[in-house]
């Protein structure tokens, strides 16, 4: 009786009916929570899988946007292609497919056929298939066989601002130049057939649906691209010319930034990109005019004689002393003309590109009056220009610059900046005194070619002030008259410029017949308000000389731009003095320096001496040759 009672007492059912109902409520409760979880929070997501598992899904490749010129010239395009499938269940006539495959691709029957006939719910017959193709296909009415789209971009013009536009992947998304720097805006939104069939991809009766595809944005740039074909055709004659290491040309609105051209040597066809070839790759799809800093030369002295007028350094009236060079801490720095200038003002020193005038001119503003100035023109920071990879100049600290170091900068040594850099801070000393920022971007058409986004204008920061900017082109004018700038004269324009002739260095040393030959140049009309910079890399022989490499052929593109923008010439009489009549070069060989140098002096011809003799052992052009006052010409002694 007693075991009986603890029996009792120890089992008592009803102590675990809370915990069993605990549990079911915790039971129904997580069925609950999942079920919500699946109709609420999952069921967009489930809903889109089971439609992926009962209708086919083809996609159609949205087309990628245009870029095209100012003028409306297509420079980047996509054109159509097709890839076309066979459904093996889909197919009853499976012979009859083979046959056609076979006569419209001139494929093997016995392959075909054996191809559509696997255990398989697709496979693909023909890739790149054209429209006439398919047209035959479906024009037979046979079963089984589908299609989806596969654009694909070309360049119509192949070889043609290769580094502007740069190219796409494989799978069409930019990698460099404007493809890459715009491309969220260029690519579109694909579309998709979407077809009912079961589990072993047989169609099922019902309709099919259509998701059309959303074309890219149309990039419509500042670039022309007659101009462009000019300097192409510019660059091309001084590769044949002087079998340079690379050539660059920048032409420029100096009133807007608007890139109007810019074209490199060497590049690639943009239809056939070498990507089997890496190093070639890289180094020919980067642009040099705005990834790559070089030393400009006596360009540089544009920025110099700027800052120093329109600081009151110094004066237009302001007379120098060039007896070949300027003993600065020290140091011994020469003058281009090493027996000097002699007495000369500072308009002169200007024409001459005298070494010594521009040393004087950036010791007497100082170094944080000058470095101040090159800050304000933006050469020590990006321009902004919407290219990738864009870097910025390259100067010695502020803290760390000696007075030799600032004597140096004065004429362009020392110092390294970017193409585009120079072309948008010497643009501030030509338009009047205000900043710009280089770009390509003018506006985003969509596929119906109306405008959604433009280009806004901003007024730029003023650098130095207009009465500055407008003696710094009476100045640059003389170059191009009477100066080493001659080669670049067009009668009946104005055109101010002027010459540059660096020296390359290697490893810290100057190496030994390596130059960088320049020009840039500025036509002051309002019709074409460009600014042209022609850069030639390390020309081959001893012509080397800015004003005989690359002046005359930034006159060449002057000449082909005004006539193909058909800007009218003025007259003003000065043009007979400038030029002169033809006349046959007289021979000078033999002849002391002296003697040739006072010859050429009376013909009114600009000259460059090669080499530190004092008999004139050749020349060119060579004697007899037909020339006028605008040519160069160049003494070997």
């Known amino acids: ?64 946007g245009s870029i095209v010129d100012a003028n409306g010239a297509v420079l980047a395009a996509t054109a159509t292609r097709y890839n076309l499938y066979v459904r093996p269940n889909d197919a009853p006539d499976k012979p009859a497919v083979a046959a056609l495959l076979s006569e419209v ?53 192949g070889d043609f601002m290769t580094q502007v536009l740069g190219f796409c992947s494989s799978d069409g998304y930019g990698q460099t130049g404007l493809e890459a720097y715009y491309d969220k805006y260029l690519t579109g939104v694909n579309g998709r057939l979407l077809t009912p069939s079961d589990l072993v991809g047989r169609q099922l009766d019902g309709n099919s649906y259509y998701q059309p595809s959303v074309a890219g944005l149309t990039l419509v740039t500042t670039l022309d691209s ?27 609105n100096y009133n807007t930034g608007g890139i109007v051209a810019l074209s490199e040597y060497p590049s690639f066809d943009l239809n056939a990109v070498p990507r089997d070839d890496l190093e070639a790759l890289f180094s020919r799809s980067k642009s040099n005019c705005v990834a790559s800093v070089y030393e400009p030369g006596s360009t540089f002295k544009i920025l110099t004689a700027a800052a120093a007028l329109d600081s009151g350094a110094i004066s237009p009236t302001d007379r120098f002393y060039c007896n070949g060079a300027k003993i600065v801490d020290g140091k011994r720095i020469r003058c281009w003309k090493a027996k000097g200038h002699g007495s000369i003002d500072f308009g002169g020193g200007v024409e001459g590109s005298c070494n010594v005038v521009f040393m004087e001119s950036a010791l007497r503003m100082g170094t944080a009056t000058f470095y101040d100035y090159l800050r304000r023109f933006g050469l020590t920071s990006k321009t902004g220009v919407d290219m990738t990879g864009e870097t910025s100049g390259i100067f010695i600290a502020e803290k760390d610059v000696k007075t030799v170091d600032l004597a140096r900068v004065g004429f362009g040594q020392a110092v390294a900046v970017t193409p585009i850099g120079l072309v948008a801070a010497t643009s501030a000393v030509i338009n009047g005194g205000t900043t710009v920022t280089p770009h390509l971007y003018s506006s985003l058409k969509d596929a119906d070619g109306r405008v959604v986004a433009g280009a ?29 700038g001659k080669s670049a004269y067009v009668p009946g324009y104005e055109i101010a410029g002027k010459t540059g002739t660096a020296q390359k260095y290697k490893d810290g040393a100057i190496a030994s017949g390596k130059y960088i030959s320049s020009f840039l140049g500025f036509l002051l009309n309002d019709e074409t308000p460009y600014a042209v910079l022609f850069i030639v890399d390390e020309p081959q022989g001893y ?56 010859l050429l002096s009376k013909l009114g011809l600009y000259f460059e001496v090669d080499g530190e003799g004092g008999e004139v052992l050749g020349q060119y052009p060579d004697a007899g040759v037909t020339v006028d006052k605008r040519n160069a010409v160049l003494l070997l002694t």
Not at 24 to 39: D, E, G, P, S, T
Not at 241 to 251: D, E, G, L, R, T
Not at 572 to 592: A, K, Q, R
């Open 105 to 157: 691709f001139g494929y093997d029957y016995d392959d075909v056929l054996a191809k559509i006939s696997k255990r398989a719910s697709e496979v693909t017959v023909a890739t790149r298939v054209d429209k006439e193709q398919l047209n035959r296909i479906y024009a037979s009415g046979l079963k089984g066989i589908y299609y989806s789209e596969d654009n694909f971009r070309y360049y119509p013009y």
């Open 456 to 484: 806004t204008q901003t007024e730029g920061e003023r650098v130095i002030s207009s009465s500055t900017s407008d003696e710094m082109r009476l100045l640059l004018m003389r170059v191009v008259t009477a100066g080493s």
């Open 226 to 252: 007659g101009v462009q074909r000019i300097v192409d055709g510019a660059i091309a004659a001084a590769v044949a010319k002087f079998s340079p290491k690379a050539v660059q040309c920048i032409v420029m």
């Open 543 to 598: 012509m080397y000389y800015g004003s005989l490499v690359a002046a005359p052929l930034v006159g060449d593109i002057f000449r082909s731009v005004l006539a193909y923008r058909c800007v009218t010439p003025h007259f003003t009489g000065e043009e007979s003095e400038v030029i002169g009549d033809p006349f046959s070069l007289p021979d000078f060989t033999g002849m002391t320096l002296t003697q040739a140098k006072s």
């Open 1 to 64: 009786m007693k075991q009986k009672q603890e029996f009792n007492q120890q089992y008592n059912p009803t102590k675990r009916l809370p915990a069993v109902l605990l549990l079911v409520v915790f039971l129904f409760l997580a069925v609950f929570a999942k079920m919500i979880a699946v109709m609420i929070f999952d069921g967009a997501a489930l809903q889109s899988r089971a439609l992926d598992q009962w209708l086919r899904d083809v996609p159609t490749d949205a087309p990628r």
